[in-house]
């Protein structure tokens, strides 16, 4: 159990007691933890893991919660949330920018100032740091393509550059995700300049393939599956016939079958159940082990 009122006392940012996760989640669902904290500061986050750890209470870094699925019986530790790192330093080519800003923001910030090469990010609705985390990208692009160098606090809470090779990206991984217990706290993005108006219209015109093939207006977390190396996620779940399938209020998307959304009041539970069911069904079927993109926390 936390003490809260020694946790309100160390004044490391502001706090939200008690929180459901279903609140900072895009799947709209998750249950209660016992705290959220928004540090103010390096330095405050430093003290924050500093006491954490001295009390031994779990913690989770999210960012704009858009690639998880908390449980329903919630999470019992602190929720550590970067929305005070959104510093954003432009200097020719290089772009330095905090962990908590918001991925979409920045891309069309960038594009519309004649940045080239963040319009694949436009529709993305992670922040910078979950992005990093997970090497988010689209359209034969990701973050290893745009990012130059990385700040991250070590388990050792000792500050380190890590540069583009030690980030280690591959498809949908990082080093971040690789090794548990580092937190990115900003990075600094190369990108070359461009022709505004026509990222912007790469940037629409994505805007309206999207729109016409993602089902954008119900909770989600995005593509549920990794895509294996021969053929795309979203076919083997249709051929195993999962397209439109429902449990509870989860339901596998009429409009892209990688998709799970939340149609009505959904419990993480019920998402589990269908991720659980489309994996058995797809390997019976055609032995192909598919892999959650999206990640589940207890
Ligand atoms: C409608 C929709 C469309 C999507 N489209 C795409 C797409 O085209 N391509 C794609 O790749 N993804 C897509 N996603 C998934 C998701 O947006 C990305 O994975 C995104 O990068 C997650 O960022 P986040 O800030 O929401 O991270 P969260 O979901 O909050 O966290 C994800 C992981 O990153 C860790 N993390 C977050 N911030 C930090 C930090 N500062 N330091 C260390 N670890 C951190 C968390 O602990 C967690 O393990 C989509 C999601 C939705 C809902």
């Known amino acids: 159990m936390i003490d809260i009122q020694k946790l309100e006392k160390q004044d490391f940012g502001e706090i939200i007691f008690k929180p459901y996760m279903k609140d900072y989640t895009t799947y709209k669902v998750g249950g209660m933890a016992e705290a959220m904290v928004f540090p103010k500061s390096v330095e405050s986050l430093i003290g924050l893991l500093t006491y954490l750890k001295k009390e031994k209470i779990r913690y989770k870094v999210v960012g704009n919660g858009s690639n998880l699925i908390f449980s329903d019986s919630g999470f019992d530790g602190v929720i550590i949330k970067l929305d005070e790192f959104t510093h954003l330093n432009i200097s020719g080519n290089q772009i330095t920018v905090g962990a908590g800003y918001n991925l979409m923001r920045l891309s069309i910030k960038l594009s519309r100032s004649g940045y080239r090469n963040l319009e694949f990010a436009s529709g993305i609705p992670g922040t910078l740091g979950g992005a990093i985390y997970m090497n988010a990208g689209a359209y034969q692009s990701d973050m290893g393509y745009i990012v130059k ?63 016409e093939s993602q089902p954008l207006s119900y909770p989600s977390a995005g593509s549920v599956f990794r895509n294996p190396k021969d053929i795309p996620a979203w076919k083997l779940v249709e051929l195993a016939g999962f397209k439109g399938r429902k449990i509870g209020g989860a339901q596998v998307s009429e409009k892209h079958a990688n998709f799970i959304i939340n149609v009505d009041g959904a419990t993480a539970a019920d998402i589990r159940k269908l991720i659980d069911e489309i994996k058995e069904s797809v390997k019976e079927k055609y032995n192909v082990l598919l892999k959650e993109e999206q990640e589940f926390v207890k």
């Open 149 to 211: 160098s990385a700040k991250l606090l070590t388990p050792d809470l000792e500050i380190k550059t890590f540069f583009n090779h030690d980030l280690n990206f591959h498809y949908r991984t990082s080093f971040l995700k690789e090794h548990e217990g580092y937190i990115c706290l900003e990075a600094t993005l190369e990108l070359p300049f461009g022709d505004a108006k026509e990222s912007m219209e790469l940037i629409a015109e994505r805007k309206k393939r999207r729109v």
